[in-house]
């Protein structure tokens, strides 16, 4: 029975449909014709009992016999004897002849009806029952369900085309969510760090507005003011860039193509010892490369790799690691260094743009480096994640998708 049901679910939705026809119209045949051969049976019986001679000319003539008698032929004209008919006799005979036009309509419709009944049940249904509430799912924004339907027909193909537009519109409706959570996120960070510039600019504005018309602020003072709003007017300067950088990731596609593995490798280790070199810090670089070419977007990737390099640069107290590594359809950038490493809440907001726990001494450092990395990782199909080395200091992964 298993295997019957696997192969019903198996068939062309055509051949079910063609299937259903020929067993309807095969079994209505047969009924058909016991049906008529049962009611000309009864036709003839009644025919026998009440039949009369007429001569020929008269009218209610209906049956016609030819009778040879020698050489001549002789016509013979019978008359079915309605008037000495019982009433009984009379109903079955019109029920008889009624029988013959309309039951071979009656049985044929009714057998392809059932046909058409058990076709849906049994095929139809199911699988249209679970478009309909996934349909009504997603309408409803709805997509926590999986839509599963076995079979190989039209019906479950459907059913599975279904289920991956689900799918391809859940992670849609996911990433659409995320890319709102960050621009919130942004937006409040960026009107948060904005408030101190324009609170000093304000207050020495107004220090200037009341003292310097009256001289009671020395030439000394005032240039100091000055520098000092110069300052807070760069640093909102800074802002203005760093958020423009930060709201055009949204627009950025990965462009891939092929990259030669070894060159695109010396590049970044040319980079990495040159940067550690002015910075006073041994590099440690190394690489395991099973796949060549790369394919990557090259610019995307140097970014990252850049911009992991500058945070291990800016923490580390003696060296650095960088670490290579390409298998199958991955590419990996993990760059470690000996610093403080990251605390627990650095593990879980690093990330985060704005990120208030990343400074600097020279200038202003605004937490969009690992940000713009994560960001970056994940429109290339990858990811970026944080740890700190067992030996001491902190270590970041970056994982491409190639």
């Known amino acids: 029975m298993g295997a019957l049901k696997k192969w019903y679910r198996s068939i062309p939705l055509w051949c079910a449909i063609f299937l259903f026809a020929a067993a309807a119209l095969i079994a209505a045949s047969l009924i058909s014709n016991r049906v008529i051969d049962a009611a000309y049976a009864g036709i003839s019986q009644i025919n026998l009992r009440y039949m009369l001679m007429q001569q020929a000319g008269e009218d209610g003539a ?104 689900r799918a391809a519109l859940e992670e849609s409706n996911r990433r659409m969510r995320q890319m709102i959570d960050e621009r919130k996120q942004l937006n409040d960070a960026y009107t948060h760090d904005i408030r101190t510039p324009i609170a000093v600019l304000k207050g020495y504005t107004g220090i200037l507005t009341k003292f310097l018309p009256t001289g009671q602020l020395s030439p000394e003072k005032v240039l100091t003011t000055v520098t000092t709003m110069e300052s807070h007017v760069e640093r909102l300067e800074q802002f203005a860039n760093s958020m423009n950088t930060a709201q055009k990731l949204a627009d950025v596609v990965p462009q891939k193509e092929d990259i030669a593995a070894e060159d695109f490798a010396a590049t970044l280790r040319d980079s990495a010892e040159l940067l550690s070199e002015r910075h006073g810090l041994a590099c440690d670089f190394t690489e395991t490369l099973q796949t060549d070419p790369l394919y990557l977007d090259g610019r995307a990737v140097t970014q990252v790799f850049e911009n992991l390099l500058g945070n291990a640069l800016r923490y580390a107290r003696t060296r650095i690691a960088v670490h290579l590594e390409s298998a199958e359809n991955v590419f990996l950038i993990r760059i470690s ?66």
């Open 62 to 165: 209906d049956t016609v016999y030819q009778s040879l008698d020698g050489e001549k032929a002789e016509l013979i004209y019978y008359k079915l004897d309605l008037d000495g008919m019982p009433d009984t006799e009379v109903r079955h005979y019109l029920m008889y002849r009624t029988t013959i036009r309309v039951a071979p309509v009656l049985i044929y419709a009714a057998f392809l009806l059932a046909a058409a009944l058990i076709l849906y049940y049994t095929k139809l249904k199911r699988p249209l029952a679970l478009l309909f509430t996934a349909a009504s799912k997603i309408s409803e924004n709805d997509f926590d369900f999986s839509l599963d339907y076995a079979g190989q027909d039209e019906m479950a193909k459907l059913c599975g085309a279904f289920e991956q537009m």
């Open 337 to 402: 260094d000996d610093g403080r490493g990251f605390t627990e809440r650095e593990l879980q907001t690093a990330v985060q743009p704005y990120y208030s726990g990343e400074t600097s001494e020279n200038g202003y450092h605004f937490g969009l480096g690992l940000y713009i990395s994560r960001t970056l990782c994940e429109k290339h199909g990858g990811s970026l994640w944080l740890e700190n080395r067992n030996a001491g200091g902190a270590m970041v992964t970056a994982q491409f998708a190639m």
